[in-house]
């Protein structure tokens, strides 16, 4: 059979304060570019990325804010039927750490379904100290099911892994709920006939 995969399409949603660098990120990885300039109007808003994971071709379709998150209203369309959620932070700003907790918590209020999540604490190459903490991030990434990337839109470092996890975490979930889903049919459609005979008689004899 000469049948190709179907292509899969996941949405995934930027979060994370303003300036933190989530249109970096996005087009960093998309696009494969870099501004230390960039304007707080500048959006990515809508970019797709295509990669293939274990032969299977996948697009992710990764949302950027147009910069209403300052003004916290993003808004349900924003959010409605998001497979996947990059939370970022400012790895110097510990206030944009702890309004994560905030999106994520607006997160589970707002998405459909459950979400796959990673964090990125961005800006990686601002920190001199090599032995950076990040004792905390990486719990409470933990405490949520998501993993911790250390990343630099500026250098482009982290960046790839991040965005592989989330779309190799997005596949397996696609798979796991198609193996448990797919078996349900045959089954039923097997108790019914399975039903069929014991009434029959039953009625025959009876009336
Ligand atoms: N040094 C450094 N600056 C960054 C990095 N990522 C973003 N920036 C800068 O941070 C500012 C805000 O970035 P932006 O992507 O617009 O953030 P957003 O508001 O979260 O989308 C810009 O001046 C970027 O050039 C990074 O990894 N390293
Ligand atoms: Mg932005």
Request: charged letters at 25%; a positive charge; aromatic letters at 8%.
């Amino acid at each position: 059979m000469n049948s190709k995969p179907a292509n899969l399409t996941f949405k995934l949603v930027l979060l994370g304060d303003g300036r933190v660098g989530k249109t970096s990120l996005v087009l960093r990885y998309v696009n494969n570019v870099f501004s230390e300039k960039r304007e707080a109007t500048v959006q990515a808003s809508y970019l797709t990325k295509r990669l293939v994971i274990e032969g299977v071709p996948i697009t992710l379709a990764i949302w950027d804010t147009a910069g209403q998150e300052r003004f916290h209203a993003l808004g349900p369309i924003y959010y409605r039927d998001a497979d996947a959620a990059l939370l970022v932070y400012d790895i110097m700003d510990s206030d944009s750490f702890t309004r994560v907790r905030n999106w994520v918590k607006e997160l589970q209020q707002m998405a459909s379904k459950p979400i796959i999540m990673a964090i990125a604490a961005n800006k990686s190459d601002l920190v001199r100290s090599k032995k950076f903490d990040l004792q905390d991030a990486e719990s409470y990434a933990t405490s949520i099911g998501a993993r911790l990337f250390v990343t630099s839109a500026k250098l482009g470092t982290g960046i790839e892994e991040v965005f592989l996890d989330i779309a190799t975490r997005a596949l397996q979930k696609k798979k796991e709920s198609a193996e448990s889903f797919s078996p349900t049919p045959p089954r039923k459609g097997m108790l019914l006939v399975d039903d069929e005979p014991e009434k029959e008689p039953q009625m025959k004899c009876c009336s």
